[in-house]
């Protein structure tokens, strides 16, 4: 198999398995959860870079005023986004995180249509149509409105429109 699929397929494998993870961590803050991921995160690329030697970059990065505020903004919309769902997952209200995560492409292709011009062919737009609606029906279902849901989906979609805008 493709290295990249089995990348990808561990990838979502370790995903999937975070909401267990965290409903164990529910006498743990989520903010402490959060700090914890975002150090750990950091110590770890830091080590990679200086391992790999690819460290050169960050001093022109730093010194690019573009740059550190992309950084700046990307860093706080992840963090609202993993502050959310960690939230969500303590709380144990891990259906709207997934109903959150669910809207994420629904965000992502109304900031691209808006944003970066893009077009959808009719088929794409049907599909937008179908998984609207399974938005809708799980919402009613549930019987509330999505707040935590819609600010995963949200932060989560501005974060990847701002990479790649940068």
């Known amino acids: 198999m493709n ?11 370790i995903w999937g398995l975070y909401p267990f993870y965290f ?7 989520p903010a402490e959860i959060v700090i914890h991921r975002v150090l750990w995160t950091f110590a770890l690329l830091a080590v990679y870079l200086f391992c790999s030697r690819r460290w050169r970059w960050i001093q022109k990065a730093v010194t690019d005023r573009r740059t550190v505020a992309v950084f700046l903004m990307s860093s706080v919309l992840i963090t609202a986004n993993w502050s959310t769902y960690t939230y969500a997952i303590v709380t144990n209200q891990t259906l709207e995180a997934s109903l959150g995560y669910f809207m994420n492409p629904l965000v992502s292709v109304l900031l691209g249509t808006v944003f970066l011009k893009e077009k959808l062919n009719k088929a794409q737009m049907l599909a937008i149509v179908f998984a609207c609606a399974g938005v809708m029906w799980v919402t009613f279902k549930q019987g509330e409105f999505p707040a935590l849901g819609l600010t995963l989906a949200l932060s989560f979609g501005f974060y990847g429109l701002v990479r790649k805008m940068a």
């Open 3 to 13: 290295k990249g699929v089995v990348s990808v397929l561990v990838a979502y494998l």
């Open 23 to 29: 409903h164990a961590m529910q006498h743990v803050a």
